[in-house]
């Protein structure tokens, strides 16, 4: 308790805290349409193509940042082209795309002579290394991203959950479709200051899957998803202080164990509440009874 | 002389070379009731999606409310019901979400929703019958209050055709009453409507015109056939085998 109360003394704890917690709001408000098309792992993917724009941009040193919002926005709108087309070799270009982007991340770390640590901040995230403007970015860009979320939650959804009518809805389905991948890259980019390359995901898509054992709405679950988000961020840096974890895993572990032990309340609220009212129906009598025992 | 709400002229689709419509033309004039019907591959869903504009035509020309189909941007006039609501992706969503779906035609992408919206969403769910699962998510309803649902989701943008894609197919009894009648209000109400059909059962009082599709041609352009040999009893358990279900799964090839 001393060291942490000690710790928020510092400013990079208060502005890794502050961090977090627009990356715990902001991901799951963009992750629920991603999750709705079954598109749960395209953040991972677009994660693996920003980390060729990190390469680039700490070869030629300029902002690896910036340069990682530009090569993942290319690569999103890259994907949605490729999904549009919805064409069977669809998922190797996807292939091609992700495992192209993380390798030449990795060839263009090396060529620059950066460390293996520098890499690693932004394969697992460094919260603890976030500078102002940084978090003023994340804040800037994370506002942006929750507002296109929430403002456009009635088209977005219509064009998620059936595209085909959201088209003869006259809505501009191909324009919606580029706004959901250019915001992913930007979320993934904003993310991997926090949790890394490797684990953005992760916030895009648990809260939403931990949100939906109990709702039964969309919007429900979006606003469940985005507390389970803001709670997984501020306790993961609140755990990373006291604990002296690595920050970014530990918003996910966090994410991962309240999905775990939702789960399991719910099924054992579903229990309690089939056993309550009227028995189970009687199971069907075996088509062939056994002799013997 | 009513105005023409569908046209199709000499109307060719084709699927990777194999042509599925060969030669298709028709009219479907503001007040109608018309039913496409055919059996099934015989390109009646192929039909519908030309007309939306969902498949285009190889040659031919589709017009709505006059306007070329391509051209055509006075969506909110126009509800269609698709065959099915899209496997679920495990989001919940409410029957009244889903059929706020609808209003987006008429209300468009920035503007928020209103009291309007609110209202033609109630009213909508009360023509199919489905007021009170209104708060339920989709999942837990049954095939046939799923379709109503979509029906509805029709309704709420007020339209002025609809457009139906065997709307009766695999419904119960009630959905499928519950359904006559939400057409046969749209219809006094002035509403146009062209639907596909596999048969018709509790609709065909309300059907004033068939077309039936026949290899990719229209075979018949007039009064509703009535059902021969072991199909007109009354008793007719129509049972047919349909195309295999599309496996929706994580190894699927979509």
Known sequence: MERELNLFQYEY??????????????????????????????????????????GAGLLFQTSPVIMAVIAATVGAVVIELIRERGRTSGDLALALLFYGGIAGGVVLVGLSDSTSSNLNAYLFGALSTASRTDVATIAVLGTAVLIAMIGLRPALFAVCHDEEYARVS?????????LLAVTTAI???????????????????????????????????????????LFAGGAGIWMAAVADTAPGASVVVLAIA???????????????????????????????????? | MTPDVITVTHGVVGYDGRPVLRDVSLT????EVVAVLGANGSGKSTLIRAILGLVPLSSGTVTLFGRPVRRFRQWHRVGYVPQRLGAGSGVPATVAEV????????????????????????????????????????????????????????????????????????????????????????????GTVLLVAHELGPLRPVIGRAIVVHQGFVAHDGAVPEPAGHHAAPDHDHVHPHGPEEPAGLWSAS
Not at chain 1, 270 to 292: D, S, T, Y
């Open chain 1, 187 to 229: 979320t993934v980019t904003i993310a991997m200051r926090a949790v890394g390359v490797l684990l953005i995901s992760a916030l895009m898509v648990v809260p939403v899957a931990t949100a939906q054992q109990v709702t039964r709405g969309f919007r429900s679950t979006m606003a469940a998803a985005m507390a389970l988000g």
């Open chain 1, 13 to 54: 704890m208060q502005l890794a805290l502050v961090s977090a917690l627009i990356i715990g709001l902001t991901a799951p408000a963009l992750g629920i349409y991603l999750v709705q098309r079954r598109l749960a792992l395209i953040g991972d993917g677009i994660g693996h193509v920003a980390l060729t724009g990190v």
């Open chain 2, 28 to 31: 479907v004039t503001a007040g």
């Open chain 2, 99 to 190: 059929v706020a779906a609808g209003r987006l035609a008429r209300r468009g992408v920035l503007r928020p929703p209103g009291r309007a919206d609110r209202e033609a969403v109630a009213e909508a769910l009360r023509a199919v019958g489905l007021t009170d699962r209104a708060k339920d998510p989709v999942s837990t309803l049954s095939g046939g209050q799923q379709q109503r649902t979509l029906i509805a989701r029709a309704l709420a943008g007020q339209p002025e055709l609809l457009i139906l894609d065997e709307p009766t197919a695999g419904v119960d009894a009630a959905s499928q009453e519950a359904f006559a009648a939400a057409l046969r209000d749209f219809t006094v109400g002035g």
């Open chain 1, 258 to 293: 309240s999905f775990v032990v939702v789960t399991l309340l719910a099924a054992g609220w579903r229990r309690l509440r089939r056993a309550r009212p009227q028995p189970a129906p009687a199971p069907e009598p075996h088509e062939v009874v056994l002799g013997g025992s």
């Open chain 1, 170 to 178: 006259g809505l501009p389905v191909r324009a919606l479709n580029l």
